[in-house]
């Protein structure tokens, strides 16, 4: 079974910074796309990023140019740098993957990130 693990979710003022990280249990390269997703309280999960494997790197309108999407083949591991962090990106973060072959969806447990004003 394939597992996503995120970590580095906490709280942080208005203004500061948080990397998020998701760590894959099989190579990264089996993935078509990884990507950032969030849901906050009463609102729908919504994107907040996708990264196309051999492609290009996509941002919600919301995050474009102050979140930042990577990744480390090596440590099988995506993150999402979040910087000049605002209290409306309170969420929980989730990691989202999807597989090649066979053809699977997945998701990690979520992180909670609290953007204090």
């Known amino acids: 079974q394939v597992q996503l693990v995120e970590s580095g979710g906490g709280l942080v003022q208005a203004g500061g910074s948080l990397t998020l990280s998701c760590a894959a249990s099989?190579?990264?390269?089996?993935?078509?796309?990884m990507g950032w997703y969030r849901q906050a309280p009463g609102k729908q999960r919504e994107l907040v990023t996708r990264?196309?494997?051999?492609?290009?790197?996509n941002y919600g309108d919301s995050v474009k140019g102050r979140f930042i999407m990577t990744r480390d083949v090596a440590k099988k591991t995506v993150y999402l740098q979040m910087n000049n962090l605002e209290p409306e990106d309170t969420a929980v973060y989730y990691c989202n993957a999807n597989q090649y072959l066979p053809k699977n969806e997945y998701w990690g447990q979520g992180t909670q990130v609290t953007v204090s004003s």
């Open positions: 099989i190579s990264i390269f089996n993935f078509e796309d």
């Open positions: 990264l196309r494997m051999f492609g290009n790197t």
